[in-house]
């Protein structure tokens, strides 16, 4: 089976940086769609941002011009860059990927703003 692991994760103060990294395999991953998305508490898991097998992207727009999405075919990984992170963005990050109707999530990685 697929298996993506997220990492990347932590403790970062309001305005500061993440960047987050989703590692695919046992996919040909080149045609999946990616996708980030997050659970905060008490909270339904929403979309963040996904980007196509073609580079196409498209943001949450909680987090558009703050965050950007991008794919390293050769690596068979998928990255999240947060800039400006605020404390709302406080969730588990799940990484995602798709391709027609099958869907293959990571366990998370859990990012925390704070002061």
């Known amino acids: 089976q697929v298996q993506l692991v997220e990492s990347g994760g932590g403790l970062v103060q309001p305005g500061g940086s993440l960047r987050l990294s989703c590692a695919a395999s046992g996919v040909s991953f080149s045609i999946y769609t990616m996708g980030w998305y997050r659970q905060a508490p008490g909270k339904q898991r929403e979309l963040v941002a996904t980007v196509t097998p073609g580079g196409s992207t498209n943001y949450a727009n909680s987090v558009k011009g703050r965050f950007t999405i991008s794919r390293d075919n050769a690596r068979n990984t998928a990255y999240l860059q947060m800039n400006s992170l605020k404390l709302e963005d406080t969730a588990v990050y799940y990484c995602?990927?798709?391709?027609?109707?099958?869907?293959?999530w990571g366990q998370g990685t859990q990012v925390t703003v704070s002061s």
């Open positions: 995602n990927a798709r391709f027609w109707g099958s869907n293959d």
